[in-house]
């Protein structure tokens, strides 16, 4: 008996701690590097700023009749290393210098810079008598105006930015608070900070639409928050976990959230897609326009999770493409391919799925072999952009080249309107998820 209960109580030991690793690789906040809204030049429409270098503690607070403004400071200054436990403090001592502007250093203490200096030659000679430190615009200062005033510089990263409402940034307003890297010296990146269940209200309807089934739009919500997940770090270089992009997942702010999704992403909170106890790299895809594919057929790793699977009600769409002889002679000719006048293309070899899996290209004075993804995306700068999936044929004329094909997007994963179909039959979201991920466990 004593054995019996010392194995349950050594089972229940890991059993508990399994699910405290399980629910640590979900974070509370995540960073997202808002690299669409990237500029020399931010502009904030909110008329009030609160700004904090700690999130217990509130540093100082401005107000504006129109905008504010964030750039990069390009000028040189001279840090008089006075410092201030206040903004006011500060703002007071500054009456003593002709030119300057408040500093927030890191910890949240107030200086003097006193400039902006056109050279270092300039900042030198003043130096003389200030006996400060001169600060370079190498060291990716940035520069907060107030209706076209300024009124405070600040570091890269370093503070954060709220207000008593949404932050708007352009024409997009977002949750949680902002801050501003510098890592070009040439253009500011607003970094978003919110909590992660938060910034899946926003993915969720970018990435699906909030009308469609309710138990596919919460196969979207575990699957984006279990991407997410493994994509996690993917920007640390930068100062953030993810990007607004679809290179992680398309995250338009508030602008795309709606009650309904928000309510379905909560339903599905913190539910993860495992394989073999980690989180799988969930991907995802518009329409498939027959089976989905196995992952090394696109992305070269063979995953056990990611196999091709018959769709069950997928409504995928048709599309066409048409292609001057002319246009794919310049595409070769931009990457130095020459094989004379293009005579057309053939398709040699289909998965067993029915994507085209090579495919050549015929000149005059030679050919031109594609393969795998390649088959679509050569074709990405020409004014019509790349093939919409791998399932199509081909019909060649005597001056162009014309696609007919179906579906969208690489194939390998979720199909988002198989997912819809499903729904529509009756599955509910974790049937959906198994059978695109095989062998999985949802939890």
């Given at each position: 008996m004593k054995k019996i209960l010392s194995f349950l109580l050594i089972l229940f030991f890991v059993v508990t701690n399994l699910n405290i690793v399980l629910a640590d690789e979900i974070p509370e906040n995540v960073r997202i590097g808002l690299v669409s809204q990237q500029k020399n030049y931010i502009e904030i429409k909110n008329k009030k700023l609160y700004v904090s270098c700690n999130?217990?503690?509130l540093n100082c607070e401005f107000d504006t009749e129109k905008k504010f403004s964030v750039s990069i400071a390009k000028k040189f200054y001279i840090n008089t290393e006075k410092f201030y436990f206040t903004y006011n403090d500060a703002l007071s001592a500054k009456k003593n210098y002709s030119s300057s502007i408040v500093y927030l250093n890191e910890s949240g203490l107030f200086l003097i810079y006193v400039g902006g200096y056109e050279n270092l030659e300039s900042a030198q000679f003043?130096?003389?008598?200030?006996?400060?430190?001169?600060?370079s615009p190498e060291q990716n200062k940035l520069i907060l105006s107030a209706d076209e005033k300024n009124v405070l510089i600040f570091d890269s990263n370093c503070p954060q930015f709220m207000s008593n409402e949404f932050i708007q940034i352009g024409d997009r307003k977002y949750r949680g608070v902002i801050k501003f890297g510098v890592f070009d010296l040439q253009s500011i990146t607003p970094i978003n900070i919110l909590p992660?269940?938060?910034?899946?209200y926003?993915?969720?309807?970018?990435?699906?639409?909030?009308?469609?089934?309710?138990?596919?739009l919460k196969a979207q919500a575990v699957a984006a928050r279990t991407y997410a997940i493994?994509?996690?770090k993917t920007h640390v270089h930068k100062n953030c976990d993810l990007c607004d992009t679809v290179h992680c997942q398309e995250y338009l702010g508030i602008t795309r959230e709606t009650e309904r999704v928000n309510k379905l992403v909560d339903e599905t909170k913190n539910l993860c897609i495992y394989y073999k106890n980690k989180p799988i790299e969930a991907l995802f895809f518009s329409s498939s326009g027959g089976p989905t594919e196995n992952s090394e057929n696109v992305f070269v790793t063979a995953l056990d999770y990611l196999r091709s699977v018959p769709q069950i009600n997928e409504t995928a769409r048709t599309w066409t493409?048409?292609?001057?002889?002319?246009?794919?002679?310049?595409?070769?000719?931009?990457?130095?391919?020459?094989?004379?006048?293009?005579?057309?293309?053939?398709?040699?070899?289909?998965?067993?799925s029915g994507r085209v899996n090579e495919m050549i290209i015929i000149g005059t004075n030679g050919e031109k072999k594609l393969s795998g993804e390649g088959t679509k995306s050569f074709f990405a700068k020409t004014k019509n952009g790349s093939l919409e999936s791998r399932f199509f044929e081909i019909q060649n004329t005597n001056d162009s080249i014309i696609f007919s094909g179906r579906g969208s997007g690489h194939g390998v994963g979720m199909s988002q309107y198989g997912a819809k179909g499903m729904a529509e039959l009756g599955y509910d979201f974790i049937d959906i998820l198994k059978?695109?991920?095989?062998?999985?466990?949802?939890?």
């Open positions: 999130e217990n503690f003043a130096n003389i008598n200030l006996n400060g430190k001169i600060i992660f269940e938060e910034y899946l926003s993915v969720v309807p970018s990435e699906m639409y909030s009308f469609w089934p309710q138990e596919a493994n994509k996690m493409r048409e292609f001057k002889f002319s246009e794919i002679e310049k595409l070769l000719a931009d990457k130095k391919i020459y094989i004379g006048n293009v005579l057309g293309i053939q398709i040699l070899s289909l998965l067993p059978y695109y991920y095989t062998g999985v466990e949802v939890r």
